[in-house]
């Protein structure tokens, strides 16, 4: 018989409650899982020394005291001693605190430490690129390492074949096991497992970095420059470009063979590239590999507020919630930049913020109409990106009902297509000789009939300066800029420059030069010459004179007197540095002797003598010969009185004006009374123009002898010669004239240690102003808070600003200002030094009086029946336009609970006492003023008074009115 059994309703809810209790714990364990798998760990105890700014699929961290690596999100913090790996298909840029970026590729290990010398990496496997900024960067791999010095830019690989490193840009010091060496823009190593380094061909990719992003604004295919620089390769050898879509080159979408660049068009994407030598049968060895990224940066999409939105308020404006979205084909973008601003054309924006996400909540907005808009913010990425065009909404106070008009946004009419700014000199085609390029660097002149409002001057080796490492690279340059010395090869330069409202007036077409080989002329032993004889006597009884010239300028010299038909081997018998022209020699033993000139020119070039020359010391006789006969003495013939040269111009210290001696050439004049069989120009900084290192010699000049750009100091100069039997009419004594100095600009106003009032320095901007008496070129107006103005960025400069500038609006502080300039010619008139001046602390405003509730007022229940408002009230403070007021509790930490924007009016109300609980309270008002634009040019006195809520605790609570509660029951 089978039994019924009675379960009881209990025990059901009882089991429901187990069973749910169960599921519940379940769910949060995976739900912590799945947080532990993903989470990005912090350390309170230690500051991050960097951010992953990006990632791609799977990036994981492991600190350096532990053992559990851990996967991390976008913008994680990454800290000193952190390993990062990257998983397969994954890559990931890392922005460190002194912006130096380290972009890794997939499986790649690395370690990253950081201290005040900066940053290390250890790379263990893997592709990295880096970019080093400021304070350099050191690498290690091993036994290998390389300091990378500010500025550069390099990629590095390690493998099974070894550590393979490639400098795009910059400079570099690379330590191995078996030495030391530097190394230059566009070189590369290979250094195999076993410490050697290979030798075989390289190719340094200079353009597009290892690891490029590229934003465009359609999908339209991107035009793609690729530059390289070939190492090792054999005579008409070409390099392999290959690109495809997957990381294992299986899906090729570009193959092609080329010297040292190629342009390729590619879609929006991410490829990969390798390049190598083209004839060489293996893909495996020495290849050179990056990545590129095309994204599609279309506009946002404004979804709030929305065109012709009106916000409308009673008391006090609404914060207003900013929303957007992006546009369905934009890839995931890592921030936005939103404005907001009162005018279409979002001129000084009152909300400029970058916001990563799709929203904000701003409540800094007052009455008016306003307009703002949206665009995708890309860091490490290059190319355009489309913004928003600008949606208006109104703020007003009243009732909704009330009918307001917005103005439309009106499309701004398109401006006239600007003309291009004008590349003039020197033409394309140009070409500078050897000497000329590394003595008087050229000088590059552009024009432009437009306003500009950023300009950037490019000089390449390659043909498409804008994208390759530029030799030379300058912001805002002016129109004339001085080349700095070039060695031979074709150059190509460029101007790329905008409008103040951004249109594009960049030249169209680069200009370029030659800079040639070099080609000077070695010294010329005068004498002796090759097989001379000096006679033992003569040589005894007065020492012979060496005599050597040259045409070319002559930095440092040497002389060696030896026996040794190659007189720099062995032992010298003279060796003098810097001898000057005229040597005297020491008595000398019968023999051969043999002797030459070791020179060099200032810049380095050598142009000592061809091969050395060959002279003998005869044998003294022992006896005189017998006198055969008597010979009757010769009369002496009479002595006929010769007249020195006459040095005429310039002579008797004349000076020339510094400019003059640049702009027009030096005339130096001497005569002679009769004929000249050899004579000799000198010209020196010394007062014995025949001591020392000459400035100019001539061995033939003219009665009249040009002498060009001359700097400043004083010149002695003389003429030696001879008549055509052999004496001496020299000029009696040097004559010598002075150079003086360029004039450089004066900085007039303000003068050294100048105060600006504080409060005008805010609403009446003071004025600089400086003059020149020589003819300016270019000009540049510095302004730092650094006495060292070329050190750092400085806080405003302005390319040719006139001779007065109006400064802008100053915090009290020192400040430091000087003029760069240069004359047309390329002369620097820098200011000497700069000048400072001070603006001084700005008074604050009273403090506010009149303010209600009195201090230590006390609200409680009988004054909470009456309103359940607190009305804050004070006075007009003299000077101020508004005020900011706080609340905040009267504890020790305190916290502000309320803290408003600057309010217009001497009122604030908390209309819900709900905000607050029981307690001290303190509120205060500080007053401001502020200026038309926005900016706080006066802060004020704080005022700060306490009140306190006192509410005793509910027990039996009474009903009032409307079933309020309001203290309590007896």
């Known amino acids: ?521 070695p010294v010329t032993l005068d004498f002796p010459k090759q097989g001379h004889s000096f006679t033992g006597l003569a040589a005894l009884r007065q020492s012979g004179v060496i005599r050597w010239s040259s045409t070319e300028v002559v930095g440092t010299s040497r002389f060696v007197l030896s026996r040794n038909p190659a007189p720099l081997q062995g032992t010298a018998i003279l060796d003098l540095t810097d001898p000057g022209r005229t040597i005297t020699l020491p008595e000398l033993a019968p023999g051969t002797y043999y002797w030459t000139i070791r020179a060099k020119t200032p810049e380095g070039l050598d142009i000592s003598a061809t091969a050395p020359a060959r002279f003998q010391v005869l044998p003294t006789p022992q006896e005189p010969l017998p006198i055969v006969s008597p010979v009757p003495p010769v009369p002496p013939a009479p002595s006929v009185p010769v007249s020195p040269v006459t040095l005429e111009f310039p002579e008797g210290g004349h000076r020339f004006p510094g400019i003059e001696a640049q702009r027009q050439p030096i005339a130096v004049r001497w005569k002679a009374a009769g004929p000249i069989g050899k004579f000799r120009f000198i010209l020196s900084r010394n007062p014995d123009p025949l001591q020392g290192m000459p400035v100019l010699e001539s061995t033939d000049p003219s009665r009249a002898i040009t002498l060009s750009k001359l700097t400043s100091g004083t010149y002695y100069w003389t003429i030696q010669a001879e008549t055509p039997e052999g004496l001496d009419i020299s000029a009696a004594r040097p004559a010598y004239f002075q150079v003086l100095p360029v004039s450089p600009v004066s900085l007039d106003f303000p003068e050294a240690g100048h105060r600006f009032s504080g409060i005008e320095a805010q609403r009446q901007p003071g004025m600089v102003r400086w003059s020149s008496v020589e003819t300016v070129g270019t000009s540049r107006f510095i302004l730092s808070r650094n006495p060292d103005l070329l050190w750092g960025t400085p806080m405003l400069e302005i390319t040719d600003p006139g001779r007065a500038i109006t400064l802008p609006r100053l915090a009290p502080g020192t400040y430091y200002w000087t003029i760069r300039a240069e004359t047309p010619e390329g002369l620097d008139i820098s200011a000497p030094g700069p000048s400072s001046f001070l603006v001084l602390p700005i008074p604050l405003l009273p403090r506010p009086q009149g303010m209600l509730p009195v201090d230590q007022y006390k609200i409680d229940a009988a004054r909470l029946q009456k309103s359940r408002d607190i009305i804050f009230t004070w006075d007009q403070v003299p000077g101020a336009n508004a005020y900011i007021f706080t609340l905040l509790p009267d504890i020790p930490e305190r916290k502000p609970l309320i803290h408003s924007e600057p309010l217009f009016k001497t009122v604030y109300v908390i209309e819900d006492m709900a905000v607050l609980d029981i307690g001290n309270f303190i509120w205060q008002v500080e007053a401001l003023y502020i200026a038309g634009d926005g900016v706080i040019e006066q802060r004020g006195t704080i005022g700060e008074q306490r009140f306190t809520i006192d509410i005793p605790s509910l027990v039996n609570p009474k009903l009032g009115v409307n079933g309020i509660i309001y203290g309590n029951s007896d």
């Open 1 to 521: 018989m089978r039994k019924t059994r009675n379960i009881q309703p209990g025990t059901k809810i009882l089991d429901m409650a187990v069973l749910f209790l169960c599921l519940s714990g379940a769910a949060l364990a995976m739900y912590l899982f799945w947080q532990d798998l993903n989470r990005t760990l912090t350390r309170l105890s230690e500051t991050p020394v960097g951010t992953l700014s990006y990632k791609y699929h799977i990036v994981q961290r492991r600190f350096r005291d532990r053992l559990v690596w851990n996967r991390l999100q976008q913008s994680s913090p990454l800290y000193n001693g952190d390993r990062i790996h990257t998983a397969d298909f994954s890559d990931a840029t890392i922005t460190l605190v002194n912006e130096d970026v380290i972009t890794m590729l997939e499986n790649t290990l690395i370690q990253l430490f950081f201290d005040q010398a900066g940053a290390r990496i250890d790379l263990f496997e893997g592709n990295i690129g880096i970019q080093a900024k400021e304070d350099g960067l050191n690498l290690r791999s091993g036994a290998n390492q390389v300091k990378l010095s500010a500025g550069s830019i390099a990629g590095a690989r390690v493998d099974s074949q070894g550590f393979h490193f490639w400098l795009i840009e910059g400079y570099a010091a690379l330590r191995t096991a078996t030495g030391s060496q530097g190394m230059r823009t566009g070189s590369a190593v290979t250094i195999r497992a076993d410490g050697s380094i290979d030798t075989g061909p390289q190719v340094v990719v200079l353009t597009p970095l290892p690891y490029q992003r590229i934003v465009t604004a359609s999908s339209a295919p991107v035009e793609i420059n690729f530059s390289w620089k070939p190492i090792n390769f054999p005579p008409n050898e070409q390099v392999r470009l290959e690109i495809a879509g997957d990381q294992r080159f299986t899906r090729m979408i570009h193959t092609l063979n080329a010297q040292t660049s190629a342009t390729v068009e590619l879609p929006p994407g991410t490829f990969w590239w390798r390049t190598f030598a083209a004839s060489r049968i293996s893909a495996t060895a020495n290849i050179t590999m990056g990545k590129l990224s095309v994204i599609v940066a279309p506009p946002p999409v404004l979804v709030s507020p929305a065109e012709g939105k009106v916000y409308s308020y009673r008391v006090s404006p609404e914060a207003i919630r900013f929303q957007w979205s992006a546009s369905p084909e934009t890839d995931e973008v890592p921030a936005y930049l939103l404005e907001a601003a009162d005018n279409p054309r979002m001129q000084a924006p009152r909300l400029r913020t970058t916001v990563r996400g799709f929203s904000l909540l701003y409540s800094g907005l007052t009455d008016g109409t306003w307009y703002w808009r949206v665009s995708p913010v890309y860091a490490e990425y290059q190319g355009t990106f489309a913004v928003s065009p600008p949606v208006s909404f109104a703020i007003r106070q009243g009732d909704e009902t009330t009918p307001v008009r917005i103005p439309p946004v009106v499309p701004l009419p398109k401006p006239e297509a600007p003309r291009s700014v004008r590349l003039e000199y020197p033409p394309s085609g140009h070409a500078f000789t050897g000497l000329d390029a590394l003595r008087q660097p050229g000088i590059i002149r552009w024009s432009s009939t437009e306003p500009l409002g950023k300009s950037r001057f490019i000089l390449s080796r390659n043909q498409n300066p804008r994208s390759s490492v530029p030799v030379v690279d300058l912001t805002d340059p002016g129109k004339s800029i001085r080349l700095p010395p070039l060695t031979p090869g074709t150059y190509y330069w460029t101007i790329q420059a905008e409008t103040p409202e951004g249109l594009d007036i960049s030249a169209a077409q680069p200009f370029s030069f030659r800079v040639l080989e070099p080609k000077v002329a």
